[in-house]
C-alpha cells in the first residue's frame, strides 16, 4: 500500500531528523520570512480555514456525539509561574421590580489568553524579539495588547481534527516525563489507527499527562513528555492548521537539548505560522478512539491577545 | 398551507398575551418548581443538546460558510455599569535559550463572564433569591463561584440557528429605543423569511441595535428595543434551547410595565432554565438572509460562574 | 515600690485569667453593645486619637531616630490562603513633549486592606454576623465595600507606642509556634523593661516570629505564638488603643482551646473595638531595646474598606 | 529684616527665569548626572530624611492638632485615562469556632501607586528613557517592579512642611485652570505668610484646585493652574525634600510651551531627584492659616513601584 510505503520511508528519513534536530537553531529571518502566506500575512496556517474546509470537517459528523477538550477553570488548575487565576463572586444587593430580581457576576483576574484549555497566536512567541513573519514584537506591542496578530483576528477554526494516540501505541497509560515522541512514534501510531493525515488538519496528540492535572500539578506543569524539534518539523510539512496535545507546552520540556528553550514554540509559531493548543482533555477521545473527527475551536475575540483560554469540542 | 395558518392562529392568541403582559408576575415557586426538566436539574433547556440535535444542525452546513457572531473584546466596547475590562500586556523578559525565544502574555481584569457578547447561566439571576429549580442562591454561593449551576457544566451548544429579522420587517435599520417587539412581529418575519421554529432551536432576534456598539456606548446601553414579556412567553412556549439577540439584555429595557425589571431575564433563565445570549452581531446573518444555520457556541469552563463571554459562530 | 507591688499582684490574677479563658465565649449583644464609646460610635478605641494624646507621643521624640515598622509588599512574602498579591508594571509608550517624558507604573491586584503589614478596622470581623458594636454586617455591606465603619474613617494614628518582648523575655530569638503568651509574661517583660502601660497606647507585644518571614512562608502562616484570651483580656483592660504583633494574627495561632477560632480577633475588634495591627517588623526596635517610642499610622482612605496595608513608624 | 531682602532679591530673578523656562529644554545627561547626592544614589532628595530633620519637624508639634491631607480612595474619585481603581468587597463564608466568627476583606485592583492622593518616586518619569541619576530605565524595569529606586525604598518621611498659599494671595477660591504660578507669587505669599522656605521642607502649594475632586472629575483632570519651569526650578534650589499641591501633577497642565509634556515631573524627579506629592487636600490647612508644620508621610513599601497612594498628615 502507498501509504504504508510512504510512512516507512518517511520513518527512515525522521531518525536522520532525530539526529539532526539536537543542533537545531532558528532559521535567519532571511530564510523564514515572508512567510509562505505572504509579507503582510497575519494568519498563518489559519488561512486554511475556508468554506471548503468546514466542509471537508462537516462531512465526518456522523453521529452527533461530542467530545468536550477543554479542563475547568478553577482554583484546582496548575498555571504556570507567573500566571494566576481568581474568580471573585459578585453577589447581587437587589431585588429589582415587582420581580424581585437579583443579579450575580463574578470578576476574574487572569492571563485569561493563556491559562486552562489555551489557544497560542502569533504574538505569543518571538525569536530575538521577531514574531511571526518577521514583525518586531517592540513595533507593535503597547501597554494594552498587540497591534498586529492580536487573537482577536483568528475567528472560528473548524477543521478535520486527527488524533494521534501515541500513548497508546507505547501500551501506557502516560508517556514518561522525559519521552521525547519521535517520527516513527507519531508514524506508526497513525498506521495502526489507520488515519492519515491532510493539509489544513488540526493534529492531536495524545500522550495521558493530562491525568496529572488537578491531581499532582508540581508534577503536570514540571515538565512534560511530547513532540521534540524533529516531529514538530515532520508535523509542520503535513502542512496542519493547528498543533495541539494534552500536556502545557504540546512539545517536550524541558528540551533534551539544553541549549535549546521551548523550541518547538518558535518552529510552529513564529517560524511557520502554525498555531499550538495546549492543556487539551484527549482521554475520552483515546479511549473511544475516536481518530477522526470534526474539530470546533472559538477563540475569544480578545483584541491585541497573545492567546485564549478555549473550550474546543470533537464532533463526529 | 398547515405553517402559515397556524402561524396565524398563534398570531391571535399572541395580542392576548401582549395585553395580559403588563401585569406579569413571577409565578410562585410551587408553580414553577420543580422544572419540567426535573427537580435535580441544572441543565434546563441545555438538555436539548444531544447528538440527535447535533445531527439536526449539521445538516444545515451545505456550502461551509460562516459568520463570526461576537464582538471583539477591547477598550471600546460598552460595558455595564460596575463592569470593567482591562487588557494589560505583559512583555517578555527574554530571551530564553540558544533560539533567544522570547514570550508574551496579558494579565485580564474583567467580569469576564458578563462582558461581550455573552452567554447567561442560570445563577445569574434570581426572583427574591431563587435560581432556576428554586436553587436558593444563598445555598450555592461561595466567594469563588457557585457550587451548582456553574457555566462549566453547559458544554458546547450545537443547535439549529433561526434569525428572525424583525428590523427587516418592519423596514428599518435599527429598530426604535422603546420598541417592544410583539409576538406578531415574530410570526410575521417568520412568515416572511418561509422559516418554523422547531424544539431545541437558538432564536436569534435581529433589532440592528448593535450598530450602536462601539460608535454610542452610552445610547447602546441606555436601553433598548426588544422583546418584551409577550413576546418572550411565546417563544419560549416553542421550546428553544437559547433566546439571543444583537442587544444587551435579550429583551426590551427598561420594560414598558414600570414596575418591572428586565422580567425577560426571569421568565427565560429563572422560571424556564432558558439561556440568553447577548450582545450578538447579527448584521451580515441578516444582509445574507442566512436565517436558517448550525450555531455552535463554546461556553467557557469557568467553574462556578453565571456566564461567559462567547465567540459564537453560525455556518450553513 | 508600688507599681511592682501591683504587677505581682495583677500576675496572680493572670493565672486565673488563663484558667478561665479556655471556657470563653462571646458575651451575648445584650453584654457588649452598645461600646463604651456610644452606640452610634464607629471609632472604638481610635477615640483616644486626640490632639492631647498626640502631644503625649511627641514628647517622646527626643532623638529623631526612626524604625520603620513594615515588610516589603512584595512576591516573597506570605498571604493568607485565598489572598493574593500581584504588581504589573505599566511601561510607557512615550516619549511625550520636547522634553521626551516617559511615564510608567504599575497595576496591583491585592486584597490591599489585608496584605503585608496590615491594620484591621472593626467590618473586618463579625461575632454571629454582628460587627463591633453590633451593627450586622449585612446591612452595611456592598459589593463595593462597607457603609460604615469603613477604614477610611480612621485617620492618621498617632499615639505612644509600648513594645514588649516576651522573646526577650524567655530569652529566645523566637517563640515556640504553639507557645501562647500569658499575663506574667507581659508583667514580667514590662516589669524587666521599666515601663508601664498607659490608656491610649498602642501595645505591640515581640515574639520574633517574624524572622520566619520571607525565610519560611509556609511555616510563618501555619500557626504562631501570640497572645492568647487572657493576656488580649489583660490588654485591652489597660485601654489602649491598639495591639500589634510580629505575627499575622496578633494572636496565637491555632488557639489551644479547639473550639475557639481567632478569638482575639472577636475580643479586640468586635466585642472592644480595638484595633489590631499584624505583620509588623519590630526586631530593631527590641534590638535597641526601644520599648517606649511615638508610633505613627497612616491607614489608607478606602472608602469602605476592612483594613489597610501600612508601613508604621516608630520615632524616638 | 534678611529674609525679606533676599526674597525681593530673588524675586527679581525669577521673572528673568519666567521668561527663560520658555524655552526649557531637559539638561544633557553629562550637566545632570550624577546628582549631587552620589552616582549611586537611588534616595535624591530624600536624604533629607535624617533624624535632625525629624526633630526639627517635631519642634512644630505644639498643640497635637492634626489635619489629613489625603482623599478617600473610593469610585468617586477621578483617575487618569488608563488607571482604575475597583474594590470588590469578599464577604466571609464562616461561621468559624464556637465564637461564630465571620471574616470580611476586599479585593482592590488599581494603579494602586498612582491612584488618589500619591506619592512619586524615581521610576515613574525618564527623560529620553533615562530615570534619575541617568539610570536607563530598560535596565532595571521588570515584568513586576523595578530593580532600583522603588518606592519600598522611600521610607517614611518626617520633615518640616510649608504651606504657600497661592489662591489666598490672589484672593480666590479656586485659581483660573490656565494660571501659571510664577515665582514672584510664591516670594509674595510667604512674605504675607511671614514663613520662610528652609532645606529639606516639604512645600505644599495652595490653588483651591481640589474643590473640583469628586465634584467635577472631567474638569479635575481636564487641565489645572500650578508651578511651572521657572517656579519649580526656583523652589528646587531652595533644596526641598519634596514639592506637593492640590492639583493632579504638581504644576500647571498643560504647559503654555505646547512643545512641553509635564516638565515640572521631569525637572523634579528626573533632574534633580526631588519627591512630588499629588492630589492633595489642602483647604483646611489654608483656612486655619496652619502655614509651618510637622509633615508626616508614609509611603507603601510595594517593592519594585513607581509611587505609593498614601494618606499624609500635617501636625501642629
Redesign the interface.
Known amino acids: 500500500m502507498n501509504n504504508l510505503a510512504a510512512v516507512v520511508a518517511l520513518g527512515l528519513i525522521a531518525f536522520t531528523c532525530d539526529a539532526a534536530a539536537q543542533g537545531?537553531?532558528?532559521p535567519p529571518p532571511s530564510e523564514r520570512c515572508p512567510s509562505k502566506w505572504g509579507a503582510a500575512d497575519e494568519r498563518g496556517a489559519g488561512n486554511h480555514m475556508?468554506?471548503?474546509?468546514?466542509?471537508r470537517a462537516?462531512r465526518l459528523?456522523k453521529?452527533?456525539?461530542?467530545f468536550?477538550l477543554?479542563?475547568?477553570?478553577?482554583?484546582e488548575m496548575p498555571v504556570n509561574p507567573?500566571?494566576?487565576y481568581?474568580?471573585?463572586?459578585?453577589?447581587?444587593?437587589?431585588?429589582?421590580?415587582?420581580?424581585?430580581?437579583?443579579?450575580?457576576?463574578?470578576?476574574?483576574?487572569?492571563?485569561?489568553?493563556?491559562v486552562?484549555t489555551q489557544f497560542d497566536g502569533f504574538?505569543?512567541?518571538?525569536?530575538?524579539?521577531l514574531l511571526y513573519n518577521c514583525v518586531n514584537?517592540d513595533d507593535v506591542?503597547?501597554?494594552?495588547?498587540?497591534t498586529k496578530m492580536g487573537v482577536?483576528k483568528v475567528?472560528?477554526l473548524?477543521t478535520r481534527g486527527v488524533l494521534i494516540d501515541v500513548a497508546g501505541l507505547k501500551g501506557v497509560e502516560i508517556l514518561p516525563i522525559d519521552y521525547e515522541i519521535t517520527v516513527a512514534d507519531l508514524e506508526q501510531a497513525l498506521q495502526k489507527q489507520g488515519v492519515g493525515l491532510q493539509a489544513g488538519d488540526a493534529v492531536l496528540v495524545y500522550t495521558g499527562w493530562s491525568k496529572h492535572w488537578g491531581v499532582d500539578n508540581k508534577l503536570y506543569t514540571s515538565g512534560c513528555p511530547g513532540i521534540g524539534v524533529a516531529a514538530a518539523q515532520w508535523l509542520i510539512k503535513q502542512d496542519p492548521m493547528l498543533l495541539g496535545s494534552d500536556n502545557w507546552p504540546v512539545e517536550i520540556a524541558p528540551?533534551p537539548d539544553k541549549?535549546?528553550?521551548?523550541?518547538v514554540?518558535?518552529i510552529a509559531l513564529t517560524v511557520n505560522g502554525v498555531h499550538l493548543l495546549e492543556n487539551l482533555v484527549l482521554d475520552d477521545l483515546a479511549k473511544a478512539r475516536a481518530y477522526e473527527f470534526a474539530l470546533?475551536?472559538?477563540?475569544?475575540?480578545?483584541?491585541?491577545?497573545?492567546?485564549s483560554?478555549?473550550?474546543?469540542?470533537a464532533?463526529r
Chains 1, 2, 3, 4 share one sequence.
Not at 481568581?86 to 493563556?114: A, C, D
Not at 504574538?123 to 524579539?129: F, G, L, M, N, P
Request: charged fraction near 20%; charge should be positive; avoid cysteine.
Open positions: 537545531w537553531r532558528p475556508t468554506p471548503a474546509n468546514v466542509l462537516a459528523i453521529t452527533g456525539q461530542t468536550e477543554a479542563h475547568v477553570l478553577g482554583p507567573g500566571r494566576q481568581e474568580l471573585h463572586t459578585k453577589r447581587s444587593t437587589g431585588p429589582f421590580g415587582e420581580n424581585k430580581r437579583y443579579s450575580n457576576e463574578e470578576l476574574v483576574t487572569s492571563e485569561i489568553g493563556q486552562g504574538t505569543h512567541q518571538a525569536i530575538d524579539r514584537m506591542a503597547t501597554r494594552s495588547g498587540f482577536e475567528g472560528t473548524i528540551n541549549s535549546l528553550n521551548l523550541p514554540h518558535n470546533v475551536l472559538q477563540p475569544l475575540k480578545i483584541k491585541g491577545a497573545t492567546g483560554t478555549v473550550a474546543p469540542t464532533i
